[in-house]
């Protein structure tokens, strides 16, 4: 047969045959790796999309890959389910995952009304810092953490935005992404005079989602639900994610030199070249969230912040009573306003303060998702305990 005659006999049963191949069904993914969250709307101009982006978002600080084109999330009404085989999250993790989600599966909440507060979600997995931790896949010994990276001069940072004090940064070498990382020592005493002593180590570095993790160690090279306030603002890593913004920082306050180690222009000059790195890597990934649309990440922020400080409308439909009802149960309640988000509320509660009021046992969360909390939740069930 005519070699053209051949081809245009063949092409239609091959178009035919890659339609059939990618319309065959994906397979059901293990029920494990499924969760249904509600969405309680917190907001007058909240949207479907607004709660879409923001949970997406929020997978993606997690460690999830994320890949265009999977179906991380199915609507029905106002629930959604959560597919964590979709999301991809990271392998190593998985059973971290399952074992949160049958925890949080097995809540007077979702066994009452078939979902979790999609808010609680977030305070559960981005706002918890040992549950942040094993879903990301940070290493819980430093030294472990550090052993595949090398180090350039450090930066005397003298002036911190961050640290109270001083604040020692060093900076890896680096020519691909996952090379990337940093490394901030905050203590006691003076950097140039000699006498500074680290008390505790923030370090950042870059899972393969392009998303940065943050992770905080002692002195004993174990990992820390938050940093300690007396030495930093630094709080918890959900304050890192909202301080970064999904990106590497030139310094904020200008300082003076110390011999020795690297001044601020040096310093802001790495850091430049890291972000290109970063950019660059991130250019090329074919994922359901826009790293350059820098505003996104804040959808994230506001499923827990309306949950962590919910107003009488939230609460009441949160509740399933009328607002009447709902502010009967709160009489007595103290409020404020947000700061951060105006049109959020002037009279807002304290997720502690009301969490005893609903009609349905519930998983506390910590009391601030950034900020140091006397108790944080630790649901995931590790090898070995």
């Not at 101009?45 to 978002?57: F, K, M, Y």
């Not at 700061?339 to 304290?350: M, N, Q, S, V």
Request: glycine letters at 8%; a negative charge; hydrophobic letters at 45%.
């Amino acid at each position: 047969m005519n070699p053209a005659r051949r081809l245009a006999w063949i092409a239609p049963w091959l178009a035919l045959c890659l339609l059939v191949a990618c319309s065959a069904p994906v397979p059901p993914s293990d029920p494990r790796d499924l969760i249904e969250l509600r969405w309680i709307k917190a907001y007058p101009r909240e949207s479907r999309s607004d709660v879409e982006t923001g949970l997406l978002w929020g997978l993606s600080h997690l460690g999830a890959r994320l890949p265009r084109g999977a179906q991380v999330v199915r609507w029905h009404g106002d629930t959604l389910t959560l597919d964590l085989a979709q999301a991809q999250v990271l392998e190593e993790t998985l059973p971290a995952w399952r074992s949160l989600l049958a925890a949080m599966k097995a809540s007077g909440e979702y066994q009452a009304l078939g979902a979790l507060d999609i808010g609680r979600f977030m305070a559960l997995t981005l706002g918890s810092s040992r549950h942040y931790y094993a879903l990301t896949g940070a290493d819980p010994r430093y030294h472990s953490a550090i052993s595949r990276l090398r180090f350039v001069t450090p930066a005397a940072i003298a002036k911190s935005a961050v640290a109270h004090g001083n604040r020692l940064i060093e900076v890896s070498e680096a020519q691909r992404v996952d090379q990337l990382a940093f490394i901030a020592r905050e203590g006691e005493g003076i950097i140039g005079e000699g006498s500074f002593v680290p008390q505790e180590i923030e370090l950042l570095d870059v899972m393969p989602n392009g998303q940065l993790r943050f992770a905080l160690y002692g002195l004993d090279g174990n990992l820390k639900s938050a940093a300690s306030v007396a030495l930093t603002r630094a709080g918890k890593p959900a304050k890192c994610m909202w301080c970064h913004e999904s990106g590497l920082h030139t310094t904020l306050v200008d300082f003076a030199g110390v011999p020795g180690h690297l001044d601020r222009a040096a310093f802001d000059s790495l850091v430049r070249e890291r972000q290109k790195i970063l950019s660059d890597y991130r250019d090329a990934l074919d994922i359901q969230i826009d790293y350059r649309e820098l505003q996104d990440h804040t959808y994230a922020e506001l499923l827990y912040l309306t949950f962590e400080e919910p107003s009488l409308d939230r609460l009441a439909r949160e509740w399933g009573v009328s607002t009447g009802r709902a502010a009967q149960l709160l009489v007595g309640k103290p409020v404020h306003a947000q700061e951060e988000f105006a049109y959020l509320g002037e009279a807002l509660y304290l997720r502690a303060d009301v969490e005893s009021l609903a009609p349905y046992a519930v998983q506390a969360v910590p009391q601030s998702v950034r900020e140091p909390s006397a108790h944080e939740p630790d649901l995931i069930e590790r090898p070995g305990h």
